[in-house]
């Protein structure tokens, strides 16, 4: 916290992005891809240009949600983007690694690298709304990435059982630092809708992010159940096909974004 602060990078001629958005959360495992992912997709289902900065480089999954598989391409000085199936534009370090399953050792300053690059190497084009996966948890590398990118607002998601009321003021103490709007809290996979009488099952007893949002003076934007259709969806890289619960849930956050 001693040093310099790190300076917002300035973009490349070759893209145009109008918002970025960064998706955070306090661990990893709660869905924060899968969130950042449906988001994506639902923006783009209503019109926008969109893009998905995976920054989350130590355990990128988003390219394996969208089923891509391509290696992006050089363009002059500029790597393009990849696509999916429907036109999201995509960069993860994932894509650009020999092998899908290699791990990414970096240490943190390498990786804050990497996703720098991606802002300034990349030719996005003209986008509404980029999404930034951010890596999980509130320690250094989300942070040097936060200060680096011009973002517009952060999105906090979390399951019921994980939120405690200190990730969430860790994140509201990086948004200050970085002096940027968090939008508000996702809930993720609440709770479980019964296959034969449709009763919502809480499977992790009652939740506190209604709370943590309340006691923060933080909308919470979005209450997503869990539905293993998503999950195979995903698990199948076909998440653009999805139109569950989830997808219609996340529709309140798509009308934030829209109006900002
Ligand atoms: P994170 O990015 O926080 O590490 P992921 O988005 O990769 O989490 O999700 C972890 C796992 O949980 C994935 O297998 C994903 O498909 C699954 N998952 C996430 N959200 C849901 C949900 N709402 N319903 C069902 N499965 C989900």
Same mark, same amino acid.
């Given at each position: 916290?001693?040093?310099?602060?790190?300076?917002?990078?300035?973009?490349?001629?070759?893209?145009?992005?109008?918002?970025?958005?960064?998706?955070?959360?306090?661990?990893?495992?709660?869905?924060?891809?899968?969130?950042?992912?449906?988001?994506?997709?639902?923006?783009?289902?209503?019109?926008?240009?969109?893009?998905?900065?995976?920054?989350? @480089?130590?355990?990128? /999954?988003?390219?394996? &949600?969208?089923?891509?598989? *391509?290696? =992006?391409?050089?363009?002059?000085?500029? !790597? %393009?983007?990849?696509?999916?199936?429907?036109? @999201?534009?995509?960069? /993860?370090?994932?894509? &650009?690694?020999?092998?899908? *399953?290699? =791990?990414?050792?970096?240490?943190?300053? !390498? %990786?804050?690298?990497?996703?720098?690059?991606?802002?300034?190497?990349?030719?996005?084009?003209? &986008?509404?709304?980029?999404?930034?996966?951010?890596?999980?948890?509130?320690?250094?590398?989300?942070?040097?990435?936060?200060?680096?990118?011009?973002?517009?607002?952060?999105?906090?998601?979390?399951?019921?059982?994980?939120?405690?009321?200190?990730?969430?003021?860790?994140?509201?103490?990086?948004?200050?630092?970085?002096?940027?709007?968090?939008?508000?809290?996702?809930?993720?996979?609440?709770?479980?809708?019964?296959?034969?009488?449709?009763?919502?099952?809480?499977?992790?007893?009652?939740?506190?992010?209604?709370?943590?949002?309340?006691?923060?003076?933080?909308?919470?934007?979005?209450?997503?159940?869990?539905?293993?259709?998503?999950?195979?969806?995903?698990?199948?890289?076909?998440?653009?096909?999805?139109?569950?619960?989830?997808?219609?849930?996340?529709?309140?956050?798509?009308?934030?974004?829209?109006?900002?």
């Amino acid at each position: 916290e001693k040093c310099a602060e790190p300076a917002v990078l300035p973009l490349n001629e070759a893209s145009d992005i109008k918002r970025v958005v960064a998706v955070m959360s306090g661990k990893g495992g709660v869905g924060k891809s899968s969130v950042s992912a449906l988001l994506a997709v639902a923006l783009a289902r209503r019109g926008h240009q969109v893009g998905i900065l995976d920054a989350d @480089i130590t355990g990128p /999954s988003i390219p394996k &949600l969208f089923g891509v598989i *391509d290696r =992006p391409e050089q363009f002059n000085k500029f !790597i %393009l983007p990849a696509r999916t199936i429907t036109g @999201i534009r995509m960069m /993860s370090l994932n894509l &650009l690694l020999p092998r899908e *399953d290699d =791990p990414v050792i970096w240490r943190g300053p !390498i %990786l804050s690298g990497a996703v720098k690059q991606f802002w300034t190497d990349v030719a996005w084009g003209k &986008l509404d709304y980029l999404i930034v996966d951010m890596p999980p948890g509130t320690g250094d590398v989300p942070l040097t990435v936060m200060q680096s990118l011009p973002l517009d607002g952060l999105l906090v998601v979390s399951s019921p059982q994980d939120l405690s009321m200190m990730v969430v003021r860790k994140a509201i103490k990086m948004a200050r630092l970085i002096n940027v709007p968090i939008l508000g809290l996702v809930e993720n996979m609440s709770y479980l809708l019964c296959p034969h009488c449709g009763e919502k099952v809480y499977l992790f007893g009652s939740s506190h992010v209604g709370e943590a949002a309340q006691k923060n003076n933080l909308p919470l934007l979005a209450v997503l159940p869990i539905d293993p259709n998503l999950t195979e969806l995903g698990d199948a890289g076909l998440i653009e096909n999805y139109n569950g619960p989830s997808m219609q849930n996340i529709e309140p956050l798509v009308e934030v974004l829209e109006k900002t």
